[in-house]
């Protein structure tokens, strides 16, 4: 089969590759713990669920506007307003299936072939996918443990030249729960001012943070115009496979990518989004709750992790990852996380996964039980003590 030309620039996510193997392995008969995926292991609250079933009997079952539902909208538009502390209407706000629809159609409307992207790396493999897919020139912008895991800001600045059109920024971040603080914020406010730089800005773990306030670059001065803020319900509702996010931009913009949508899914589906109403103004406990075990998670595992010889790992502030040293192990993150599946039955993914600055580490998530978890670094410490 010969596929179009642009099909060769696509990248893809690891983690669903490793998900399949893991799969397989249980098909075998193999008792595998899974650390490989990015999702909440809890169920949607309930009062969500209810509101859907809701909806869909009273009739929330047809198309509706490409943007969102326009109640919805004003929802999510409150809700940023107060959450990153700016002022946001409905006309910034484009709902959208999942975030993932935000990072295509984003770049996609504003990234000419030969431009420039910034990006951090190691990060969410689908901004350098969508990059080169469109044509643009992904540019790598490191993301080193020696810093937490934050930009440099003067090494981001040494990256900008006159084909730079965006910089897209992830905080809490996957793979390494690095955060980024106020004053990086406000270095790359200038460096994208100071250049007419776009920024966009992955925030779904906006409320997956452990320490300090979550800062949103949308609201410091001059960026509401050269912002797009992407969030979505997946991870702090755990509604993954709702497929149910947003982004929220200058109103020209939004049109643009409703657009987009009009041409690709049309809506997102209209009892969903009474749904999404429901998660912004209902209790919050559930979160909180789910929130408060991730914190406990973080810490058995960043110290199960550090109790292992040749592996040492920061404690993250954020996201529900860890992004653990592997390099005094002496095997490589592909052939460490290969064997760790193989041998130990515990599904990881190499750090490289998330981009060459990723080699020398392991992503795992903590998405699982405490036991599990304990089961888990068990199985990880006996392999490498044999
Ligand atoms: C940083 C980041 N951005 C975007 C997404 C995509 O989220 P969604 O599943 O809502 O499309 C993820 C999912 O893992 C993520 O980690």
Same mark, same amino acid.
């Given at each position: 089969m010969i596929l179009a030309k642009r099909?060769?620039?696509?990248?893809?996510?690891?983690?669903?590759?490793?998900?399949?193997?893991?799969?397989q392995l249980e098909a075998e008969g193999r008792n595998i713990i899974h650390l490989e995926i990015g999702e909440p292991d809890f169920d949607t609250p309930r009062h969500i669920i209810e509101a859907a079933y809701q909806a869909m009997k009273e009739g929330w079952t047809h198309y509706g506007p490409s943007a969102g539902d326009p109640e919805f909208r004003a929802a999510i538009a409150e809700h940023i307003s107060k959450s990153r502390g700016c002022s946001?209407?409905?006309?910034?706000?484009?709902?959208?299936?999942?975030?993932?629809?935000?990072?295509?159609?984003?770049?996609?409307?504003?990234?000419?072939?030969?431009?420039?992207?910034?990006?951090?790396?190691?990060?969410?493999?689908?901004?350098?996918?969508?990059?080169?897919?469109?044509?643009?020139?992904?540019?790598?912008?490191?993301?080193?443990?020696?810093?937490?895991?934050?930009?440099?800001?003067?090494?981001?600045?040494?990256?900008?030249t006159p084909k730079t059109k965006m910089i897209i920024i992830n905080s809490p971040q996957n793979p390494t729960g690095g955060v980024l *603080?106020?004053?990086? =914020? #406000?270095?790359? !406010?200038?460096?994208? /001012?100071?250049? %007419?730089?776009?920024?966009?800005?992955?925030?779904?773990?906006?409320?997956?943070?452990?320490?300090?306030?979550?800062? *949103?670059?949308?609201? =410091? #001065?001059?960026? !509401?115009?050269?912002? /797009?803020?992407? %969030?979505?319900?997946?991870k702090s509702f755990a509604m993954t496979g709702w497929r149910l996010g947003y982004g929220v931009m200058p109103a020209e913009l939004a049109a643009a990518i409703a657009k987009l949508q009009t041409n690709c899914t049309s809506c997102v589906a209209s009892f969903i989004q009474r749904a999404g109403i429901a998660a912004l103004q209902g209790p919050k406990d559930a979160t909180r709750a789910m929130v408060a075990e991730f914190k406990r998670r973080r810490d058995v595992i960043v110290d199960g992790l550090n109790d292992i010889p040749g592996i040492s790992c920061l404690r993250p502030r954020?996201?529900?990852?860890?992004?653990?040293?592997?390099?005094?192990?002496?095997?490589?993150?592909?052939?460490?996380?290969?064997?760790?599946?193989?041998?130990?039955?515990?599904?990881?993914?190499?750090?490289?996964?998330?981009?060459?600055?990723?080699?020398?580490?392991?992503?795992?998530?903590?998405?699982?039980?405490v036991e599990n978890i304990q089961e888990a670094l068990r199985r990880i410490k006996e392999l490498l003590t044999q």
């Open positions: 099909m060769s620039n696509l990248g893809t996510e690891t983690a669903f590759e490793v998900l399949a193997r893991a799969k946001v209407s409905a006309e910034n706000v484009v709902v959208v299936p999942g975030a993932k629809p935000i990072i295509y159609w984003g770049i996609t409307a504003l990234v000419d072939p030969g431009d420039e992207v910034i990006y951090p790396n190691p990060g969410f493999p689908i901004y350098e996918s969508m990059i080169n897919f469109v044509g643009g020139k992904a540019v790598p912008a490191p993301l080193r443990e020696a810093n937490e895991f934050r930009f440099d800001v003067q090494e981001l600045a040494s990256l900008v *603080s106020r004053e990086d =914020l #406000e270095a790359i !406010a200038k460096l994208a /001012i100071d250049n %007419d730089i776009w920024v966009m800005s992955d925030e779904p773990y906006e409320q997956i943070l452990y320490e300090g306030e979550h800062y *949103s670059i949308l609201a =410091l #001065e001059g960026m !509401a115009e050269r912002t /797009i803020l992407l %969030d979505c319900f997946s954020g996201a529900f990852y860890v992004f653990p040293n592997i390099t005094q192990t002496g095997y490589s993150s592909r052939e460490l996380a290969t064997k760790i599946l193989e041998e130990a039955n515990v599904a990881v993914l190499s750090g490289t996964a998330f981009g060459e600055y990723g080699d020398g580490y392991l992503r795992l998530s903590y998405a699982n039980s």
